[in-house]
């Protein structure tokens, strides 16, 4: 019986050797070059077929990227949607095996009574690898072929701040490094994603590295028209002035802000100072709302929510924008044109996709939490941070302060020797 099985798989690899043989694929390179005449991708002219032409390849640590040349008639598109068929066959693998090798090959097989399922998954896990692709267009299709896969578990821990500077915070990992975004450098972002895949958790991250990161220097507004739940652990902070759950409180929250957004800018114009950073202030307001969408048939309030991303950076206001149904009415154009960063969970259309990035992309990203395109001068596709909310509580506990309802807190920034800048906030929460 065991050697009916065995045999049997050998004989599978045989025969899997043998049709890819036939199919004269050995790399990775035929292999793509198959997938592209199997799936129609080359085109016909006539009696002459226009094939894509690989122009360029080049190893790295990671793998192999291969640049073709499309034909005519064929867009990035076209070759976005074989992604699936094209990462499927660079995983196809070819094993010979001698019977001199067979207790190797199988050496760890469990003879227990679930042998013969043992042995079709160690076959399978054999012939079958675990290489990603990831496909770009400038002029030149890019296909890269990564060796291993991006993991999907990266856990926030308190490490990754260490390795932060300034005003920057993790935002994941790629398969070679650490992304973190600079909000002194790139100020406002987007953050968008169908249900589920990860929004809330990034920007609880990015909430707790800046309150641990700059303690003294942050102030929070937080806006959570999801009933306020995942912000809620926040509200009792001393860097958090406002944890608002409706849109009304949310209108109240943001008419704070502005008032001291003008504030701010009045100082600066007064002190003939062109920013917060020539102006020494080390304060930076973040403004963060999740389910912006909501907000979007609330003119008054989306009215300062663009004033905000147009008039804040200098001032030293920041928005992150977050939000489950991008489209060109939930995002209106003065917030993208102002938000230099997205970060794009996955999408459902290509044209959510667009209104995000201006790109498609995001309805390609696999089904897995946490993967994401984060954009600023480039794409890159990164597993975004797990932070626990055990672990959010514990970290964040030296900053709680008791908090009265609308009591009124002043920060105020002191400058050596000079001037002296006072925002009075209101807290609703
Ligand atoms: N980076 C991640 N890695 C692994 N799992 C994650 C990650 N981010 C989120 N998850 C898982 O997905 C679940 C949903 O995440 P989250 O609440 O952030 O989704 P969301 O995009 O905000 O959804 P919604 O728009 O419905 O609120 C989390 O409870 C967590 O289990």
């Given at each position: 019986m065991i050697f009916e099985v065995v045999t049997t798989t050998i004989f599978g690899a045989i025969s899997l050797k043998a049709y890819q043989a036939k199919l004269g694929v050995g790399n990775d390179s035929k292999k793509i070059n198959k997938v592209f005449a199997l799936s129609g991708l080359n085109v016909k002219d006539g009696n002459q077929t226009l094939t894509t032409q690989l122009i360029r390849k080049k190893n790295h640590d990671w793998g192999i990227e291969y640049r073709y040349r499309i034909p005519l008639g064929r867009s990035f598109h076209n070759y976005l949607n074989k992604k699936e068929e094209i990462q499927a066959a660079v995983n196809v693998r070819s094993i010979k095996i001698q019977f001199k090798d067979i207790r190797k090959y199988f050496?760890?097989?469990?003879?227990?009574?679930e042998l013969i399922s043992n042995i079709k998954d160690i076959q399978t896990k054999k012939l079958t690898g675990n290489k990603e692709i990831e496909m770009e267009y400038d002029g030149v299709l890019k296909i890269k072929v990564y060796n291993t896969a991006m993991t999907n578990d990266f856990k926030y821990t308190?490490?990754?701040?260490?390795?932060?500077?300034?005003?920057e915070v993790p935002i994941g990992i790629t398969r070679t490094e650490l992304i973190k975004h600079d909000f002194d450098k790139v100020y406002n972002m987007i953050i968008a994603g169908s249900p589920g895949y990860g929004k809330s958790v990034l920007l609880k991250n990015i909430i707790t590295s800046l309150v641990i990161r700059k303690q003294k220097d942050v102030k929070l507004t937080l806006i959570d028209l999801k009933g306020g739940l995942a912000f809620n652990r926040f509200?009792?902070?001393?860097?958090?002035?406002t944890v608002a759950k409706t849109p009304s409180e949310a209108l109240t929250a943001l008419k704070s802000v502005r008032d001291k957004l003008v504030k701010m800018i009045d100082y600066l114009l007064e002190n003939g100072y062109e920013d917060v950073k020539e102006a020494g202030i080390k304060e930076r307001f973040f403004c963060i709302i999740d389910e912006a969408a909501d907000l979007s048939f609330e003119s008054e309030a989306l009215e300062i929510v663009k004033d905000i991303a147009r008039r804040g950076r200098g001032a030293g206001f920041r928005l992150i924008y977050a939000t489950q149904y991008p489209t060109n009415e939930t995002l209106p154009s003065q917030v993208r044109q102002n938000c230099d960063s997205r970060v794009c969970f996955m999408l459902q259309t290509n044209t959510a996709s667009r209104a995000v990035l201006?790109?498609?992309g995001a309805e390609n990203l696999?089904?897995?939490?946490?993967r994401a395109i984060y954009q600023t001068d480039r794409n890159v596709i990164v597993q975004t941070p797990l932070i626990e909310n055990k672990d959010i509580d514990e970290w964040i506990k030296p900053f709680i302060i008791e908090k009265k309802e609308g009591v009124n807190i002043e920060t105020s920034k002191q400058k050596a020797g000079a001037d002296t800048f006072v925002i009075k906030t209101t807290r609703l929460s």
């Open positions: 050496k760890d097989l469990k003879f227990d009574k308190i490490d990754l701040l260490e390795k932060c500077n300034g005003w509200k009792n902070l001393d860097q958090v002035d201006d790109d498609s696999p089904l897995i939490l946490g």
